[in-house]
Structure formats: C-alpha cells, structure tokens
C-alpha cells in the first residue's frame, strides 16, 4: 500500500510503526457553527480510511480532537450572552448528530480540548525550558528561528517566510512567533498556569492530545489542505522541538478543497451548504458517493448537477444491489474486490474503487442471472468501507413482493384508487414500482 505524504511530497510506501497497528489522528473541528459540505469532506474520507485499513488487519486507534476553547466560540458566546461552554455544547451535540448521520462511526475518541490543560501546560513548560518558546506582554510565544526546519510541511523556507508575516501579538521576537498561551482579557475564560492566567492556543491543544495517547511520534496525521500552513507546520514546530525526532507523524494526508462554481465553498462568501441542509435532501449514501467519487486530493465540485448525478449513480448502484438481493440478476464478481483493493492501495483512490463497482454493475446488467450471491457479497464487501449502499433488512423484498401482491388483486377487482394509494405509499417508503404487462418491478429510488 502506497500513500503520498504531504511532506515528502512523494508517494511512500506504507510502513506502520508497530507491526499491526496503526494510530491515525485528525483534525477535529472547532466547535461554534453549523458544519458544512467542506467538513463531510474530510470526515467521510478518514472515514473510509480507518475502515478500510481494518479491513486489511490493521488495528486502527483513530482520535479526533474538539476544539470547545477559541477566539471564534468565545465571541459567539458573547454575541448570544450566554457562556461559552453553552455554544461549544450546543454546537459538539450537532457535529455528532451531523456525523452520525454521514455514516461515520470509526473514530475511536473524540477529545476536547478542555479536557487537557494539564498536557498543555506540560508542552508549553518543556518549550519554554528549552529555550524554544518565551513570555511576552499578552502570552507565551514560540520562536520559530529555532526550529529550522519550519516549513517544511507546506515546501517553505523559512528565511522567506519570516519578512512576508504579519505581526500580531504585543511583544514577539518575530512576526511569525506563534501563541502558545494567551493571558486572558477581561470576560474571557481562563485557567491558571505558572506564566499567568489565560487560555491555550490552537496549535498546542492538538499535540498534547496526540502525545497523551500516541506518545511523540505516530502514523498518519490527516485534515484538510487549509490546515497545512500554518496549522500542522507549528504542530510539527512544537512536537519536534520537545521530542528531538525526525518526525511527528510518518505520513500526512490532506484533503482538497471544495468549490461551489469556480469559488471556494466558506463561510465568510456565504456560499456554503451545511452538512443538515444536504442530507435533508439526499441520503447519507449520496454525500459519502458524491464526496468518495473525487480523488480526496483534488478540488470537489459542488452544485446542483453534480450532486443530482451522484444521487442518480447511487441509485444505479442501490437497484443492482437489491436485483442481486432478490435474485434477478447479478454478474461474475471475478477478481472485482481484488481490483478495488488496487485502486485504495494505491494512495486510497476511492474514486477508482467506485469505478470498480459501478463496472461490475453495469457487467451484472449485461450478464443476467449468473453467480448472484457472489456479486451481492461484493458490494457489501466494497460498502463496508465506503458506505455508498443502503442495506434493507433481510425481509424487505419479502415484505414489497407480498404488498405488490395484494396491489394486484386492488387491480384485478378495478380498486384502482387504493391501488394509486399503495403506489404513493411505497414511494414515500423510498420504493418505486412500474406495471409491465401482469407483473410489476420495483426498485429502491
């Protein structure tokens, strides 16, 4: 199996740490707003990942943060006039509901960043101790001149990076110094600490959390390509300043952006659509499909057309199931899990995986009746890591067949009016029914 790494640039071959396991961290979300298409990008792809990496025989730890203490939560907060645990609450309860509804059930801890000052505090002394961080007028600082190698993750040198930052913060060394610890300011929260009384800032909630549970160095660090610079660069600043390794994570993945026509989908353009308004619109197999079906690194397209046409291919995929399922037709599988093993093994191309099944789909189509439970293990197989197929219980067909049957009598006896009424019925229930001579098909829509 071979991933590119964001830092090298390359790609590499997978080699985990410990033999077995792998430990995976991503980027959690910061906790103060409704969560958009851009977050199911991320999430739905790590996703797959953890799962299928199970799938091969890893043992996968994969932890996630919440970010419940920031500028963004604090000024909501005041905004509402309400506390600010109440919006990271509030808004924690939506991004699990919100995940939950995607599918995504393979993280292994969320933690929030509350929830470990004491690993903060510790990351901040030792930085400090090493002469890698100082204490300025509003907070404690990192130096990034003692750590040459800062830029390395987004293919920076630093001796160009430095002259074109800005400054924020009273007191730094230099414009690019990063916080560590923020002094509190009047109606703020905030905790003690040996420095003085404040908050943590962003960077250094993550690798505490990350050193508390995989120690100094791990596998796979992931979020999305926004994060790169200067998120994940003063991640690894921190860590490696405190550990003396060559690395913080062996292999960093990152996800593209999405665009809504030719801009950026943000919030600040007010072109974005939350993660609750889409699935109030189309099934969670839809979203994973249409956000699965582009390369994770690449740009995603959204709007009207493109994700109506991921509706209409998860419906394909949906109905070849469900023919396999009641036994109408299905195709010779062959080596179709083998080939959709090539494509995630070679730097997780899920978009080349669904190529693989709607191949096989259309071969079923050709085909007819052959080999129909070999093709329906297929696409369970190929769904347990890419969540792209509704399954129905094991007496949905049974269940249809004998409501159609009844359906046919309505029509026999010219009892067309409840025969209509059956029709709506079951197309509410998500299944669609067509007459054909003496019979009827149906089909989930």
Not at 148 to 171: A, F, T
Not at 357 to 372: H, I, Y
């Amino acid at each position: 199996m071979r991933i590119r790494d964001t830092l090298s640039g390359r790609e590499e071959e997978f080699r985990e740490m410990h033999r077995g396991r792998v430990n995976m961290f991503v980027c959690g979300p910061t906790v103060y707003d409704y969560f958009h298409l851009g977050h199911a990008r991320t999430y739905v792809f790590f996703d797959t990942v953890a799962k299928y990496l199970r799938l091969k025989g890893y043992s996968v730890f994969y932890l996630q943060n919440i970010t419940d203490i920031d500028d963004k939560i604090i000024k909501r907060a005041q905004e509402e006039g309400t506390d600010y645990r109440q919006v990271a609450s509030r808004f924690l309860s939506v991004y699990m509901e919100d995940m939950g509804a995607l599918g995504i059930d393979s993280v292994n801890l969320y933690a929030p960043s509350t929830l470990y000052m004491d690993e903060i505090l510790s990351q901040v002394q030792r930085l400090l101790d090493s002469g890698h961080a100082y204490v300025s007028s509003d907070g404690v600082y990192f130096d990034i001149t003692t750590f040459p190698d800062y830029g390395e993750l987004s293919h920076q040198k630093l001796s160009e990076l430095i002259p074109n930052m800005r400054v924020e913060g009273e007191g730094k060394r230099n414009p690019g110094d990063f916080v560590l610890w923020k002094f509190m300011k009047p109606g703020e929260p905030y905790w003690p600490s040996p420095w003085g009384d404040g908050r943590p800032g962003w960077h250094i909630e993550d690798t505490s959390i990350t050193e508390a549970y995989f120690g100094p160095e791990y596998d796979i660090h992931g979020g999305g390509s926004d994060l790169i610079f200067p998120h994940h660069e003063d991640e690894i600043a921190q860590m490696r300043s405190i550990s003396g390794r060559r690395h913080l994570a062996r292999y960093w993945l990152h996800t593209g952006m999405v665009n809504v026509g030719r801009e950026k989908m943000s919030k600040s353009l007010r072109n974005y659509v939350t993660i609750g308004e889409l699935l109030g619109r189309y099934p969670k197999e839809t979203v994973r499909l249409h956000v699965l079906g582009t390369g994770y690194r690449n740009t995603l397209q959204f709007d009207e057309e493109t994700i109506r046409a991921s509706d209409e291919l998860r419906r394909y995929i949906q109905n070849a199931y469900y023919r396999a399922t009641t036994g109408t037709w299905a195709a010779d599988t062959g080596d179709l899990s083998g080939r959709v093993m090539a494509c995630m093994d070679s730097d997780m191309d899920t978009r080349g995986a669904i190529g693989v099944v709607v191949e096989a789909c259309r071969e079923a189509n050709a085909r007819g009746v052959e080999r129909v439970q070999e093709f329906r293990s297929f696409l369970e197989w190929a769904d347990a890591f890419l969540g792209i197929l509704r399954r129905p219980k094991a007496d949905t067909g049974k269940l249809v067949e004998n409501v159609l049957g009844i359906r046919r009598e309505m029509r026999a006896m010219r009892m067309y009016e409840v025969s209509d009424r059956i029709r709506q019925a079951l197309r509410e229930s998500g299944i669609e029914i067509q007459d054909v001579g003496e019979r009827t098909e149906w089909w989930y829509a």
